[in-house]
């Protein structure tokens, strides 16, 4: 499998690209760094991904796209899949 690791705070997504990422994840809400769930949980669709945008710290990370899914955050559930997916 090929990686491509990509740093947001030195090429932040853009707009489309949160959009995209969105969609493949269930959702902008998603998207969001746990620590930020409460400060931004309250904004609409359209302003979160503007936000996330802006403020790629915001960003739930690592996101990883297996080419089948897109996995956000590295929890258990998240390595499970991963490791299924590198069989």
Do not use: C, Y
Request: proline content about 5%.
């Amino acid at each position: 499998m090929q990686a491509e690791v990509r740093e947001l705070t030195k090429k932040p997504l853009s707009e489309a690209e949160v959009r995209a990422l969105a969609a493949k994840l269930g959702g902008v809400h998603q998207l969001i760094a746990p620590k930020r769930k409460a400060e931004l949980g309250a904004l609409g669709e359209e302003e979160l991904v503007r936000h996330l945008a802006a403020n790629p710290n915001h960003v739930r990370r690592p996101l990883i796209d297996t080419g089948r899914q897109l996995l956000g955050g590295f929890t258990a559930e998240v390595r499970a899949a991963l490791e299924k997916e590198l069989k």
